[in-house]
């Protein structure tokens, strides 16, 4: 006679190990690309429920330094290497920083990004962006998370004491593909500003981009990198190609490619906010799937230098589907 245990698929036997307390393996990852999505999506969304229950992080950012980047990142379109229609910038005024916190502060947002391009602030350029974050913090209910390069521990410790509680450094992909994304940087050079802003204090966001011509393996990969690293904030963007770039021909991924990468991701990190972010304005369902695939969070709003959607739009559809968003994490 067969026991409950040799009746239950595999899907559901990592389900259950995972909402026990247990883990799942690189293997046993890769394997999960090849169940039926729907049994896939529906796990992860039940172990997505276990550990955070109904509670959804929604944030905002600021393009606050744009274009002219050194670095040579072939899906941006702030690089300097490629000629595309970004608008450059150099870094915005106070006033119009926390004025922008103070709109999305108003609309229910508990945190705000101030992002800017290149390798890493100068000196001069951190002590500016520091005197904005004391502002925000003086002006505008929300917690700020920076987005400033490669820092130090140190410059990361002056952006903390200024008032900033997160700070956001995607590794992007891969350890083994990196090099084939971008060679101004290197990915330990990613690992060692997150562990930098760590030892500061901060807590820390980092991701990837999905459908830069990576493979499944590369995905889980860069996932359980994350894992290593102890991060509990995880953007999962897609590409969108952009014109001038050398990933303008990449083919997009498709909603179902999406819903099982952040279901697949949910099984890796468990207690995560795992993060729809850029890209999620070419979805027809505007990440709704995903949001019923494991995926607990969004960057609402512009997304740098392709357009978002309204935060307005974005926390109708995210109460409709039961989650709250009334807390900050």
Known sequence: MNTKGENMTFVKKLTERICSGGEITKEEALLLYKEPLEELCQAADRIREHFCKDAFDICTIINGKSGRCSEDCKYCAQSAYYDTSAEEYPLLNTEEIVRQAEYNADRGVHRFSIVTSGRALEDSEIEQMCGAIRAIRRRADIRVCVSFGLLSEEQFRRVKEAGASRVHNNLETSRRNFSNICTTHTFEDKVNAIKAARAAGLTVCSGGIMGLGETEEDRVDMAFTLRELGIKSVPVNMLNPIPGTPYEENARLTVDDMRRITAVYRFILPDAFIRLAGGRGLM?????????????????????????????????MLRRLGYRTDQAT
Request: charged share 25%.
């Open 284 to 316: 027809e369902d505007k990440g709704e799937g995903c949001f019923c695939s494991g995926a607990n969070a969004a960057i609402s709003g512009d997304m740098l230098t392709t357009a978002g959607y309204t935060i307005e739009t974005d926390l109708e």
